[in-house]
């Protein structure tokens, strides 16, 4: 190894050059006099000492204070300077992509280098890192597919896991593996980073691990809660029937359609308590009688908007963050906005959005300064809350909720809701305003509300199925699933373990007796949900590879109709006119796409998304994510190079209607026709209702006996999203494993079903692709 240390040497004397002449350099100057003024950097050296001296620390600091940004490049800094450069490996994780390529971009502007040098970054299916990385900015996801492929982290000096405090289930995942680790890799660091306080936790579960504090410096912010609003604001809430309901216009509308009895939730009823015993008398009449109607599911964007107008009118400069459930209701606030005379005027207010699935143009917008009278509003996700950071704000505006899922393992279905946040998070929401001078918080909710919200959010490896998870704890090969998660900070309810075997058994992942089968073994490598996964794969094997990818990329991105709230039915209009009467969401999202790389080439896409309610953003995501997962299927060794051999079949509808039933098997549900309506019912025999923009909801009957469905979610009522229409003999043939775990016996049987179902065409595919399949399965 010594030929390898010298280059290394040299290398590292290398890299100790250009630190050192870019330290020196004006700019490089400037950039570490800022450096030195964040909180974090009075803190250096005895980070670098305990870090040093123990195998596991745990720091926590307030957002902004430096932690991500900082900590990992004095490491390397100092590693370099020490003419150890080369020789250091330093991985950070953070919990969402947005983040991981943010960062990585700005540390290499303080760094003075391109992207891609000493630091990179490695998110889902996109990166950026050459051969003189030595700072790895990744998701969580992405450490743990390295780590099943590489169980020792072989190489890595040091591992950072960043914002832990939200208890992501990659995070908690990560912890499991790392805490197994560390015995068996004595040299290797581990740095945990969070933002709130409740580090103990984390150090206990790592025997005790020194803990550094990070004293930050914030600005007092000054908290009003719904009842001081109303009073500043002069607004007042109407009663339930508000229209535009924040968020929940549905929810409500079952709501009301309850006895009023069952009406309130429990936290309504903690409100009118708290309103009729307290200091009711305190309030003026016209707050009183808008607190007496208040209720969680009425705070509307009428109140943000008088909120926003209040600042822009009355109150001193300085950007506004505004906190949103998701981005459905930011483009659709954002649009209500647009059209408001002061808030939609461009000579007076920047108006931007800060989501997971936005484009990286937008992105630098956000951090940049506002020209002088204009105010900048940014409408966010809770992405804002901790993971990224916007300098200017000064006020802040909390609706108090975030889209969370949640998971009922009884029934075993996901459930999204936006839920009311903990009070760590709002406190966390209010003080992203203090980051340059005093600000002021707008929590649209009752302090005695906020009283009531649970003091940390439950983890979420308690809160989603684990279908992902056990297929990749599975082929880490660390035995039994149950024993391993039984290691969790938090471990999650046998039953949620339980489901999720089930699952992965019945798509054919996993056999009998738990272990991974051939398509298990893919699945664990594709970084999709095994579902999606699944069906890219029978695409590809069957041979109609591009319309799947197509349904793959949109099911795992979001769906591209748009759905505003006041023009629902024209949009489910537009949304029809593609489904061509073939009963089917998943092949109208195909025409969609098709029709809109037609209208690019004819350079009118932008009339086309407008006519037809689509999301130009979200098909231009569809896009890049269908040349990614090709990608990935090409180096998996799944895919022939030319396209036209994956295609060959692509015409074929009801082929390409089998992919669907085998990715999405066991999602089906039966069609019970009535004589004017039909109804719907899952194999576990539940009710379902259809979403109301999909294209099958608009039909009075459906020619088909069954129809799969890729999500069902809980709200209120189940429903299901999208959803295709098959026949008896697509369910038989690929639902469940048979497709993929078919043993020349299966293949028998299915001859006979094909002949007595008498679909030739599928019939004469699936018999046409037998050899490969099998030969596949034998790999
Ligand atoms: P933490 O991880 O503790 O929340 P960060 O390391 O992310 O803090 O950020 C530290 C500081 O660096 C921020 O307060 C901000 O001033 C600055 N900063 C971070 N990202 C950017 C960026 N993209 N552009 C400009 N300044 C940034
Ligand atoms: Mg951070």
């Given at each position: 190894?010594?030929?390898?240390?010298?280059?290394?040497?040299?290398?590292?004397?290398?890299?100790?050059?250009?630190?050192?002449?870019?330290?020196?350099?004006?700019?490089?100057?400037?950039?570490?006099?800022?450096?030195?003024?964040?909180?974090?950097?009075?803190?250096?050296?005895?980070?670098?000492?305990?870090?040093?001296?123990?195998?596991?620390?745990?720091?926590?600091?307030?957002?902004?204070?430096?932690?991500?940004?900082?900590?990992?490049?004095?490491?390397?800094?100092?590693?370099?300077?020490?003419?150890?450069?080369?020789?250091?490996?330093?991985?950070?994780?953070?919990?969402?992509?947005?983040?991981?390529?943010?960062?990585?971009?700005?540390?290499?502007?303080?760094?003075?280098?391109?992207?891609?040098?000493?630091?990179?970054?490695?998110?889902?299916?996109?990166?950026?890192?050459?051969?003189?990385?030595?700072?790895?900015?990744?998701?969580?996801?992405?450490?743990?597919?390295?780590?099943?492929?590489?169980?020792?982290?072989?190489?890595?000096?040091?591992?950072?896991?960043?914002?832990?405090?939200?208890?992501?289930?990659?995070?908690?995942?990560?912890?499991?593996?790392?805490?197994?680790?560390?015995?068996?890799?004595?040299?290797?660091?581990?740095?945990?980073?969070?933002?709130?306080?409740?580090?103990?936790?984390?150090?206990?579960?790592?025997?005790?691990?020194?803990?550094?504090?990070?004293?930050?410096?914030?600005?007092?912010?000054?908290?009003?809660?719904?009842?001081?609003?109303?009073?500043?604001?002069?607004?007042?809430?109407?009663?339930?029937?508000?229209?535009?309901?924040?968020?929940?216009?549905?929810?409500?509308?079952?709501?009301?359609?309850?006895?009023?009895?069952?009406?309130?939730?429990?936290?309504?009823?903690?409100?009118?308590?708290?309103?009729?015993?307290?200091?009711?008398?305190?309030?003026?009449?016209?707050?009183?009688?808008?607190?007496?109607?208040?209720?969680?599911?009425?705070?509307?964007?009428?109140?943000?908007?008088?909120?926003?107008?209040?600042?822009?009118?009355?109150?001193?400069?300085?950007?506004?963050?505004?906190?949103?459930?998701?981005?459905?209701?930011?483009?659709?606030?954002?649009?209500?906005?647009?059209?408001?005379?002061?808030?939609?005027?461009?000579?007076?207010?920047?108006?931007?959005?800060?989501?997971?699935?936005?484009?990286?143009?937008?992105?630098?917008?956000?951090?940049?300064?506002?020209?002088?009278?204009?105010?900048?509003?940014?409408?966010?996700?809770?992405m804002a809350e901790a993971s990224i950071t916007i300098n200017d704000v000064v006020f802040v505006v909390d609706c108090g909720k975030a889209k969370e899922t949640t998971y009922d393992a009884l029934n075993n279905t996901p459930c999204l809701l936006p839920s009311w946040i903990s009070q760590a998070s709002a406190r966390q929401r209010r003080g992203r305003a203090g980051r340059v001078q005093p600000g002021e918080c707008y929590h649209l909710y009752p302090r005695c509300v906020y009283e009531a919200f649970s003091e940390y959010q439950l983890p979420e490896l308690l809160r989603t199925p684990l279908n992902s998870l056990c297929l990749q704890i599975k082929s880490l090969q660390v035995g039994s699933i149950g024993e391993f998660l039984s290691a969790a900070l938090q471990p999650p309810k046998p039953l949620a373990v339980q489901n999720a075997i089930e699952f992965l058994k019945m798509i054919g992942a996993l056999d009998e007796n738990e272990n991974l089968s051939y398509l298990g073994k893919y699945l664990s490598v594709l970084p999709v949900d095994p579902k999606l996964g699944k069906m890219l794969i029978m695409g590809a094997i069957f041979r109609c590879f591009d319309p799947v990818l197509t349904i793959v990329a949109g099911l795992s991105v979001r769906d591209p109709f748009l759905l505003p709230q006041d023009k629902k039915d024209l949009a489910g209009t537009a949304k029809s006119r593609f489904s061509a009467k073939d009963y089917s969401d998943h092949m109208a999202l195909v025409r969609a796409y098709e029709g809109w790389k037609d209208a690019e080439r004819e350079g009118s896409a932008y009339e086309y998304c407008w006519r037809n309610f689509l999301s130009a953003q979200t098909l231009q995501a569809i896009h890049s994510l269908r040349k990614q997962f090709t990608f990935i299927l090409k180096d998996a060794g799944l895919l022939e190079p030319d396209a036209a051999t994956n295609n060959k079949l692509s015409h074929n509808q009801s082929l390409v209607r089998a992919v669907i039933c085998s990715g999405l098997f066991p999602g089906v549900a039966s069609i019970v026709h009535r004589e004017t309506s039909m109804s719907f019912k899952t194999m576990d025999d539940g009710p379902v209702m259809l979403y109301a923009n999909s294209v099958n909801a608009r039909y009075q009957t459906i020619s088909y006996p069954w129809l799969v469905f890729g999500e069902k979610v809980k709200v209120n009522t189940v429903f299901i999203r999208d959803s295709t229409g098959v026949p008896d003999s697509i369910l038989i043939l690929f639902g469940g494993k048979l497709s993929c775990g078919a043993t020349p016996g299966h293949l028998k049987m299915l001859q006979g079903y094909i002949d007595f179902f008498m679909d030739p065409s599928l019939a004469e595919c699936y018999l046409k692709l037998k050899d490969e399949l099998a030969m596949l399965l034998q790999r």
């Open positions: 190894g010594s030929v390898m240390e010298k280059v290394l040497q040299r290398q590292s004397l290398r890299m100790r050059n250009m630190q050192r002449s870019w330290q020196e350099s004006p700019e490089g100057k400037k950039m570490l006099e800022f450096r030195k003024s964040l909180p974090s950097f009075r803190e250096k050296e005895r980070l670098l000492k305990e870090i040093a001296l123990n195998q596991v620390v745990v720091i926590s600091g307030e957002t902004g204070c430096g932690k991500t940004t900082q900590l990992p490049q004095y490491i390397l800094e100092s590693e370099i300077e020490s003419g150890r450069g080369a020789f250091c490996n330093i991985i950070c994780t953070q919990p969402r992509r947005i983040s991981a390529i943010a960062v990585s971009e700005r540390v290499s502007t303080e760094r003075g280098e391109p992207l891609g040098e000493s630091i990179g970054f490695k998110v889902r299916l996109e990166g950026m890192k050459g051969k003189n990385t030595h700072l790895l900015f990744c998701t969580s996801g992405i450490l743990l597919r390295r780590l099943l492929s590489d169980r020792n982290l072989s190489g890595v000096t040091h591992v950072f896991v960043d914002e832990i405090h939200e208890r992501g289930m990659n995070e908690d995942f990560l912890l499991i593996v790392l805490k197994e680790l560390l015995p068996r890799r004595r040299d290797l660091r581990l740095i945990l980073m969070s933002a709130t306080l409740n580090a103990e936790l984390f150090s206990d579960y790592f025997g005790g691990a020194p803990i550094i504090h990070i004293p930050g410096f914030t600005y007092p912010v000054r908290p009003h809660f719904l009842e001081d609003i109303l009073e500043i604001t002069g607004y007042k809430l109407t009663s339930f029937n508000q229209i535009d309901d924040y968020g929940q216009e549905r929810l409500w509308k079952t709501q009301k359609q309850l006895a009023p009895h069952k009406r309130k939730n429990q936290i309504t009823s903690l409100v009118e308590d708290a309103v009729n015993k307290s200091n009711f008398d305190s309030y003026s009449p016209r707050v009183r009688d808008s607190l007496a109607c208040w209720s969680p599911d009425s705070i509307g964007f009428n109140l943000i908007e008088a909120v926003l107008c209040h600042i822009c009118r009355k109150e001193r400069s300085g950007a506004v963050l505004v906190f949103m459930t998701g981005w459905e209701d930011i483009s659709c606030l954002r649009n209500q906005i647009k059209a408001h005379p002061l808030l939609g005027d461009p000579n007076r207010v920047l108006l931007l959005t800060c989501h997971g699935s936005m484009a990286t143009s937008e992105q630098k917008l956000i951090f940049e300064k506002a020209a002088p009278n204009i105010r900048k509003i940014v409408l966010a996700t809770n």
